[in-house]
């Protein structure tokens, strides 16, 4: 017996003879908004808690091209033209054109909020053509209260995205429906769900999909017709196989086309096609684990007819909808993450799964509300939720649940978890056993029709407290992903300092340089670049700082002047200040400005210069890391002007290291600056001291006299060691070292004997 008890029987509302007021159609749609308005707010205080962005490049990356809108009319990174990317690029670019960069900022977020909590208006209206408003509200409120919506506090296209595909799903549904009708009420809706899926793309190149799930809704919906159907009744066993075969070759023939033209769907389904199912089950494991489990399982059951069910056209098109959507943007997913995992990082890419959120509500909303569905369907459904949620997210990448870190930010439906940990302490076999028990006691809730049959009301409330449950959850989930993402965000800006836009208040937009040497961590850098305009180039001498936007390192005479191209007589781009790190950086030009921040747990500063012209350098030091260590190129200074009469004095010490390694030889080579490849190098050798360094020794300060107005000196350390390989319970630091080494120039040396040996 498949079904024990009989759905509540849906009353008609009655139709009026005349058109409801206009009191009675805001009455009507006030829950709606008021879902949106509570939202909003909670999304509101988030943002405002956020201090600064910290998910890098994509936030600085879509600032670049906005504010480069916004002043010019054309999208670029670095002054270097690029593709817009998005809307969200325009539609942001005005915003930068407020009093400063922390307005701007704010305003971003703000309607980020608004944007991506609207996704509750298309999905109710999709919704209300399957279920009662009741079911609609509830469906409206879970896919605006999902984890992915602490997204809205970021610079990133998601808020957007989100938003636009709910509509699309909405207008596909609507279009699918009303197209036979033949009147131009149905034709404005094929064309709008036509004209919204082309330009999918626009908003976020992801959403290419849309287009797809058009495609493949509109054949699911023609394959599940009356006439289709009685088509295929007088079918022979060899017209099955040749229509199987026909499929086959379409869609061996799509692989053949994608494989010509792209060479990331040519790698992924040559080399890593396994890859695909199993990163796209990481992916929808976290959602469902950030969704709350049930809503995936009872989406996914809402796609099959229930028995005894009244055949419906609203019923037909969203189940061709929802399939199209959970195959469309499923093989995405897991095609992009099997393909990052060959070129960048494997990752858990729940992001770019989030869109489908809304349809699983949805069916969710159906299947609560009518209380009929497929057992065999639930069976199906909830032992793949029990593999995704106890196996396949468990073992995703890093940790079980990715709780080694405090937020993922590619898949923020591991939030819930991540946040039981930090707060309650739970274990990821703990969490393992709560996600269990919660799908076993959600399909309790669901098979509760059949387990209390004739109970109505104690069913009803069953069902109502699992629907007031699910949204709970989310919220739970997403304010656990804000919280940890303004942590984060707040530990990023106590590194960077306040205030924020030192360089501006000074600088005051007039074009400014970074340039920086030996850089670990980007993320100060970032930070500096994101609240400050006036920076509009970023460069490094040993190419350790990155994108997004070019990077790429200025030639340098020896005289020390800076040329961005291939002549020394054409400067190229010039700039009216540098900010330079100390103490490695030394730019001609008077000092306006010091600025203190954190990178690699030790206090740097920055100075603000404003640059003589043609820009040039005094000084430059390479090959010593944030902290003060050397690696295995060892270190270098050179000196391009006021070297007459100088001393330069060399630190040379291993005090931050007391474990087993033994004494290791170290040279200091001087010798005349020379040029090697457009760039500053050791010429002839005229002088070579060697020395020992030992596990926590300092050795005395080595005072070398300039040997003439521009000179060049290396330090070379010939034993090497790596302290996560000599002490692995102890440090993870698994760089090769040599030695800490600074450099400083003065202009007479101090009463104290040259040091010219050991």
């Known amino acids: 017996m498949k079904a024990v008890a009989s759905p509540p029987r849906l009353e008609a509302e009655p139709l009026s003879k005349s058109a409801p007021a206009f009191a009675d159609r805001l009455l009507a749609a006030t829950p709606l908004v008021g879902i949106y308005v509570v939202l909003c707010g909670v999304y509101v205080v988030e943002v405002w808690r956020r201090v600064t962005p910290w998910l890098f490049t994509d936030e600085l990356e879509l600032s670049q091209l906005s504010r480069s809108i916004a002043r010019t009319g054309r999208a670029a990174r670095r002054g270097e033209a690029h593709s817009p990317d998005s809307i969200y690029t325009y539609v942001t670019a005005p915003l930068w054109l407020l009093h400063n960069v922390a307005t701007s900022y704010a305003a971003i977020k703000y309607l980020d909020v608004f944007v991506m909590a609207s996704a509750v208006f298309p999905t109710y209206f999709l919704a209300r053509m399957v279920v009662r408003r009741p079911a609609a509200l509830f469906a409206a409120a879970a896919a605006g209260a999902i984890p992915a919506l602490a997204y809205s506090s970021y610079i990133v296209e998601e808020p957007f995205a989100y938003a636009y595909t709910a509509l699309c799903f909405f207008l596909i549904a609507k279009a699918l429906m009303t197209f036979p009708q033949g009147t131009r009420r149905a034709y404005g809706w094929s064309a709008a769900a036509v ?57 061996f023939l799509i692989s053949g086309i994608g494989s010509r033209y792209s060479p990331e769907w040519y790698a992924v389904t040559t080399y890593y096609k396994h890859r695909i199912v199993q990163m796209g089950n990481w992916a929808a494991g976290s959602l469902a684990i950030g969704i709350g489990i049930i809503p995936f399982v009872a989406g996914i059951v809402a796609l099959f007819r229930a028995p005894g069910e009244t055949p419906s056209r609203e019923l037909r098109v969203f189940r061709c909808v929802s399939l199209a959507g959970l195959i469309s943007f499923g093989m995405y997913t897991g095609m992009k993450a099997a393909y990052l995992s060959t070129v960048f990082e494997t990752r858990v890419e729940e992001r770019n799964l989030i869109y489908i959120a809304p349809l699983l509500f949805v069916g969710t909303a159906l299947v609560l509300e009518r209380r009929r569905f497929d057992h065999r369907a639930l069976f199906a459904a909830g032992a793949y939720a029990f593999y995704l949620v106890a196996y396949a997210a468990y073992h995703s990448t890093q940790s079980p649940y990715e709780m080694g870190v405090r937020l993922y930010s590619d898949a923020l439906g591991f939030a819930i978890a991540q946040q039981a940990n930090l707060v309650l302490y739970l274990t990821p076999s703990d969490v393992r056993l709560l996600l269990i028990l919660a799908l076993a006691v959600g399909v ?35 304010i656990s992903a804000a919280a940890s993402t303004n942590h984060i965000a707040r530990t990023f800006g106590a590194s960077l300092g306040r205030p924020f836009s030192w ?16 850089v670990t961590d980007q993320s100060a850098e970032w930070m500096l670049e994101f609240w400050n305009k006036s920076i509009v180039s970023a460069t490094s001498l040993d190419g350790t700082i990155h994108g997004p936007g070019p990077a790429g390192s200025p030639n340098v005479t020896t005289a020390g002047t800076l040329y961005w191209t291939a002549d020394p007589a054409d400067l190229g781009r010039q700039f009216d200040y540098v900010v330079e790190a100390e103490p490695c950086i030394d730019f001609a030009g008077a000092r306006v400005g010091t600025h203190s921040y954190l990178a690699a747990d030790h206090i740097r500063v920055w100075s603000l210069v404003r640059l003589a012209h043609p820009n040039r350098l005094r000084s430059e030091c390479t090959g010593i890391s ?5 690696g295995p190129p060892g270190s270098a200074y050179y000196r391009f002007s006021s070297g007459q009469g100088g001393w330069l004095r060399i630190d040379i010490s291993r005090r931050d290291w007391s474990g087993p390694t033994p004494p290791s030889p170290v040279h200091v080579i001087v010798g005349t600056l020379g040029t090697e490849y457009r760039q500053p190098a050791l010429g002839r050798v005229t002088r070579q001291i060697n ?41 993870h630091d698994c760089r090769q070292l040599g030695a800490e080494v600074s450099y400083r120039f003065v202009r007479s040396r101090p009463n104290a004997k040259q040091r010219t040996g050991p």
């Open 691 to 731: 020395l020992t360094v030992a596990s926590g020794q300092t050795l005395s300060p080595i005072w070398v006299r300039a040997p003439g107005a521009r000179f060049a000196v290396r330090v070379v350390v010939d034993d090497l060691f790596v302290p996560c390989q000599l002490e692995p319970t102890v440090s």
């Open 444 to 478: 309790f809730v669901v098979l509760a029709p059949l387990v209390f049959a004739g109970r109505d009301r104690l069913v009803a409330a069953l069902t109502a407290t699992l629907a007031i449950a699910i949204v709970a959850w989310n919220v739970t989930g997403e």
């Open 503 to 518: 360089v501006d208040e000074v600088a005051d937009g007039r074009p400014t340089l970074y340039f920086d040497q030996g």
């Open 195 to 251: 004209v919204a899926s082309l330009a999918a793309w626009a908003v976020k190149g992801e959403l290419v999909v849309v287009l797809i799930v058009l495609v493949l809704a509109a054949l699911f919906l023609w394959w599940s017709s009356d006439r289709a159907r009685r088509r295929r009744a007088g079918w022979s066993v060899g017209d099955w196989v040749g229509m199987v075969t026909l499929t086959l070759g379409v869609v």
């Open 626 to 630: 944030p902290d003060g260590w050397t």
